[in-house]
């Protein structure tokens, strides 16, 4: 079984920390992603990574940066929090950028920021 | 810009009824569409995965089907049970590119 683990599920920071999310996948997958999800906005697509060091922006990726140094690992960087960051973070992985395989999700963190 | 709808966004039914769940989108060229559980507070657990070249997809109670060209996607859910219970949402992904796209996703309920 493919397993996604994500540091916290809970954390509350005030306006202006720097905040990591971190997230491991055990299945040596080469993607992974980091989803934002909102009520009535659904999820969207924050950052991807197809390899060790290899990222690409997704829809929404102002106020945030992302880091890979190994292939398991992929953190989520919120430079300096603010409010409207408040969200459920997802993180997520599927094997191959080139292969039709599904995508696992972790647990998700809920980020309150104030 | 492709969307993806599901309709309605909240549904609620007696146990054993058998029901269907709607995932509508506007551009065809998927690669394929993954059908997704999420419960309360949680992380979304996958479900089923359809191709691209796929009509459908059967796991246990669960049958997806997908007609490409009419841009949809059905999740049907035989003999519902009160533990079936959660938000259920369906994702595209688009042909050429790595990005999945979701809907926002049926609040189901099944009432013992």
């Known amino acids: 079984d493919v397993k996604v683990t994500q540091s916290s599920r809970y954390l509350v920071k005030r306006t202006g920390e720097k905040v990591f999310l971190e997230c491991v996948q055990d299945?040596?997958?080469?993607?992974m992603f980091w989803y934002r999800q909102d009520p009535g906005l659904g999820l969207r697509l924050i950052y991807f990574?197809?390899?060790?060091?290899?990222?690409e922006k997704g829809d929404i990726p102002e106020g945030y940066s992302v880091s890979r140094e190994k292939k398991e690992r992929f953190s989520l960087i919120l430079e300096s929090a603010s409010t409207n960051q408040t969200s459920m973070y997802l993180c997520?992985?599927?094997?191959?950028?080139?292969?039709?395989?599904?995508?696992?999700f972790g647990p998700g963190t809920r980020l309150t920021v104030t | 810009k492709q969307e993806v709808t599901q309709i309605p966004a909240a549904l609620s039914v007696p146990e054993g009824e058998n029901l269907v769940l709607n995932c509508s989108f506007t551009?065809?060229?998927?690669?394929?569409l993954q059908w997704f559980r999420q419960d309360p507070g949680k992380g979304l657990t996958s479900l089923l995965l359809?191709?691209?070249?796929?009509r459908e997809q059967t796991s246990g109670r669960l049958n997806a089907s997908l007609d490409k060209s009419s841009g949809r996607s059905t999740l049907y859910i035989a003999a519902s049970q009160p533990g079936d219970s959660a938000t259920y949402l369906c994702?595209?992904?688009?042909?050429?590119?790595?990005?999945?796209?979701f809907g926002t996703g049926t609040r189901l309920k099944v009432l013992a």
């Open positions: 359809i191709q691209s070249s796929q």
């Open positions: 997520a992985s599927s094997l191959s950028r080139h292969s039709s395989y599904e995508q696992y």
């Open positions: 299945m040596d997958h080469e993607n």
């Open positions: 994702a595209v992904r688009l042909s050429g590119t790595y990005k999945y796209i």
């Open positions: 990574s197809y390899d060790v060091k290899m990222k």
């Open positions: 551009d065809s060229a998927i690669y394929n």
